[in-house]
Structures are given as C-alpha cells and as structure tokens.
C-alpha cells in the first residue's frame, strides 16, 4: 500500500461528504446506530493515532469540533500528519483500508 493509495481513498471520502450540510452528517449511518459525523470523526481519531505511534508520540484525543463540515478538513490534517511520519506499507495499508471501510456506510 502506498501513499499515493491512501491519498485516493481520502479523496473518494471527500468528494462523498465534502458538500453534505448538517442534517445529512446527523443522519444514522447506514445499518448502524451512530451518525455519519460520529462514524467519520471515529475514522479520523483512528488514523490521528496511526500518525502519533508511526511518529513515537503519545495518542492525543481529536477534538470533536462544534460543526461537524469540518470533519472532511480534519481528515485531511491527520492523514498528512500519517504521511510526515513516514510509516511503513503495512500501516498506509490499515488507514486505506479504515477509509473505504468507513465510506461503504456513509
């Protein structure tokens, strides 16, 4: 798995959820009992951890902003994040693959 990868999946979740308002990341996730914003920022506190253990830095908790718009922006810092720390294939693996697991109930 390469970065180049991980770049295509972020940006497939992007253009999915990037116009959506409020109403829609309030909705419930398809077959589950969370909201699409609960399922994304869960997304993104999953991949805000890949980055800290491929960097050697503590996990830290991703803030849960008041407008939830900004979870498409907050994916993309983490992912970044991920990237700098330079992990090895196995990890850009497991964040694809939490990516386009995250999408198919979106």
């Known amino acids: ?3 180049a990868e991980l770049d295509r999946a972020v940006g497939l979740l992007v ?15 398809e077959g589950g009992n969370v909201s699409r914003a609960d399922l994304v920022h ?4 999953e991949i805000a951890n890949l980055a800290a253990d491929a960097a050697g830095e503590p996990r830290r908790e991703v ?4 407008n939830d718009l900004a979870l498409p922006d907050q994916l993309r810092v983490v992912t970044a994040d991920l990237k700098l720390a330079e992990p ?6 497991e964040a694809t693959e939490a990516i386009t697991r995250t999408r198919a109930p979106l």
Do not use: I, Y
């Open 15 to 29: 253009r999915q959820v990037g116009h959506w308002q409020q109403p829609r990341w309030s909705a419930k996730a």
């Open 63 to 66: 803030p849960r902003l008041p």
């Open 1 to 3: 798995m390469s970065a």
């Open 42 to 45: 869960k997304l993104v506190q």
């Open 88 to 93: 090895a294939d196995p990890v850009l693996a």
